[in-house]
C-alpha cells in the first residue's frame, strides 16, 4: 500500500528545512530516513497517530540566484501538486503576508489538492497572534500558527495534516496492475528501457545524462500481466546536480520509488558499477521494494569465458547488502532478455507479497535455533518464545523474545538467510521487529 505523501513549500527563508529538521531530530515520526541524503535532507518516512506518511522538504533546494526565485516557486508549487497528497505551505509571520506567498496561494488553490497553511515564527504559546489572521486572506482554507524553532504547535500541525490524509482504502493498490520505477543514475539507459518495454517512443531517448526530468508513466498490457512503468529522472550526486530543474527532479523520482512496488536498478555494463549506483540501490532497498539488477548494454560488451561470471561477483561484491535481489543482463537497445525481465517482475511481485502461516513459520524457526543457537552476553541467552508475519511488501516479521538488547544483526541475518533457504522470497528484502515478551506471558 503506498503511503501519504506531505510536501513543504514555500518561499525561502521561511522555515521549510527547520520544521522538516525539528521533526526528524524530534524523532516524532521517523522511521528510516533515505540514504545519499545527507546534509540537505529531503525525504523521509515518518509517522503520525499510527499512519506512515512521506515528508518531502523542498527548502533545502533554493534557486541559485535572485533570478531564479520566482521559477523556482513555481517549480516547487508544480512538483508538490504532483506528488503530494497534501501541501503544507509555510509562510513567516514575522515578514507578513507578502506577494511571493499571494502568488504560491494562487499555484496551489488550482491544484485541487489539500493544503494546510503553517505561519511560522509565532515564539509563544497561547492564543493566536492577530497577525496570523491576515494569512486566511490567502484562501487556502486552515492556518495553523506554529514555531519550528522553538517546536511549539507541531502537534497541532501534524493532526491538521492527518485530517487530509487519504483513507487507506484508497491507497490500496490495484492488486492486478504491478508499478514498476526504472531507476538509476543518469544515461543508464531508463528511458531506452521504458520505450522498448512498452513497444512505442514514450520517452524522449538521447546520450545527453539527465533527458528525462520527470517521472513519466506508461500503462502496459502484455502476456505476461498488466503494468505501469514509471521512467524516472536519473539521479545524480548532490554536489553535480546544479539546474533547478534537475534538483526537483531529484525529489520526483524518489517519489516514484516509493510509489512502486519493484524498482529495475540499471547498470550502464559499458561504465561499470559506481558509488552512485550503490546509492540508488540503497534508497530502494531502505524504502522496502522489491528489486532486480538490470545490467544494460550488456550488447556493447566483448565477451569471453568468464565475462558474466566476472560481472556477477562484482555485482554480488558491491551490493552485499542486496544479495537477494537478482541481476539479469539485458540490451534496452535489442530487446535482449526483456522478455525475462517481464517474467523476473512479476516473480518478485508475488514473493514480496508472499505470507507465511504462523505454525509453518514457527517450525522452519525452531529448526534454525537447534542447528545455530541464540547469541549471548555475560551467561544470558536470547530467548525466541515465537514469531508471526506481520506484514507483507516487505515480508516483515515480529519475533517475540525475552530481551531484545540481546540480539544481534549477525543472528538476524542467519534468520534471514533460513527463511529464503526454506521460503524462497526472491527479490524482497526481509525485515524483523523484536518485541519482548511480557514475563507474566511466558507460561
Avoid at 113 to 124: E, F, I, L, Q, Y
Avoid at 165 to 178: G, H, Q, R, V
Avoid at 271 to 299: L, M, P, R, S, Y
Wanted: net charge negative; proline share 4%; charged share 25%.
Amino acid at each position: 500500500m503506498s503511503k501519504p505523501v506531505v510536501a513543504i513549500v514555500g518561499r525561502p527563508n521561511v522555515g521549510k528545512s527547520s520544521l522538516f529538521n525539528t521533526l526528524y531530530g524530534e524523532r516524532i515520526s521517523i522511521v528510516h530516513d533515505t540514504p545519499g541524503v545527507t546534509r540537505d535532507r529531503i525525504y523521509a518516512n515518518s509517522v503520525w497517530r499510527g499512519r506512515e506518511f512521506i515528508m518531502i522538504d523542498t527548502g533545502g533546494i533554493e534557486p541559485e540566484n535572485d533570478n531564479q526565485i520566482l521559477q523556482g516557486m513555481r517549480l516547487q508549487a508544480e512538483i508538490a501538486i504532483e506528488t503530494a497528497d497534501v501541501i503544507l505551505f509555510m509562510c513567516d509571520i514575522k515578514s507578513g503576508l507578502t506577494a511571493a506567498d499571494e502568488d504560491i496561494a494562487v499555484m496551489l488553490r488550482k491544484a485541487k489538492r489539500p493544503v494546510v497553511v503553517a505561519v511560522n515564527k509565532v515564539d509563544h504559546v497561547g492564543e493566536t497572534p492577530a497577525e496570523a489572521y491576515e494569512f486566511y486572506n490567502l484562501g487556502l482554507g486552515e492556518v495553523v500558527p506554529i514555531s519550528a524553532a522553538h517546536r511549539l504547535g507541531l502537534g497541532e500541525l501534524l493532526d491538521a495534516l492527518y485530517e487530509h490524509f487519504p483513507s487507506e482504502e484508497e491507497l490500496a493498490e490495484d492488486n492486478e496492475t504491478i508499478k514498476v520505477a526504472l531507476i538509476g543514475k543518469p544515461n543508464a539507459g531508463k528511458s531506452s528501457l521504458t520505450n522498448r518495454m512498452t513497444g512505442e517512443t514514450r520517452s524522449i531517448v538521447s546520450d545527453i545524462p539527465g533527458t528525462t526530468r520527470d517521472s513519466i508513466d506508461t500503462e502496459v498490457i502484455n502476456k505476461f500481466g498488466k503494468f505501469t512503468i514509471i521512467d524516472t529522472a536519473g539521479m545524480r550526486k548532490k554536489g553535480r546536480i546544479e539546474d533547478v530543474i534537475e534538483k526537483y527532479s531529484m525529489v520526483r523520482a524518489l517519489a516514484a520509488i516509493e510509489r512502486a512496488s519493484v524498482c529495475i536498478i540499471l547498470i550502464d555494463a559499458t561504465v561499470g558499477v559506481t558509488e552512485q549506483d550503490t546509492k540508488v540501490a540503497g534508497i530502494a532497498h531502505n524504502a522496502g521494494k522489491a528489486c532486480i539488477f538490470a545490467i544494460n548494454k550488456w550488447d556493447l560488451i566483448e565477451k569471453d569465458t568468464g565475462t558474466l561470471e566476472g560481472m556477477t561477483r562484482i555485482m554480488r561484491d558491491r551490493f552485499a547488502f542486496m544479495d537477494y535481489a537478482p541481476i539479469m543482463f539485458i540490451s534496452a537497445k535489442t530487446g535482449q532478455r526483456v522478455d525475462k525481465l517481464f517474467e523476473k517482475i512479476v516473480t518478485v511481485h508475488e514473493q514480496a507479497g508472499r505470507r507465511l502461516k504462523t505454525g509453518v513459520f514457527n517450525d522452519m524457526l525452531n529448526e534454525a535455533i537447534a542447528m545455530v543457537p541464540t547469541p549471548q552476553d555475560k551467561g544470558k541467552h536470547l530467548k525466541i518464545y515465537y514469531g508471526t508475519q506481520v506484514s507483507t511488501n516487505p515480508p516483515s516479521f515480529a519475533l517475540f523474545v525475552n530481551d531484545k538488547e540481546l540480539s544481534h544483526f549477525s543472528y538476524e541475518r542467519y534468520l534471514e538467510n533460513q527463511i529464503r533457504k526454506n521460503f524462497g522470497f526472491e527479490g524482497t528484502p526481509i525485515r524483523f521487529f523484536l518485541r519482548n515478551k511480557n514475563k507474566s506471558d511466558e507460561e
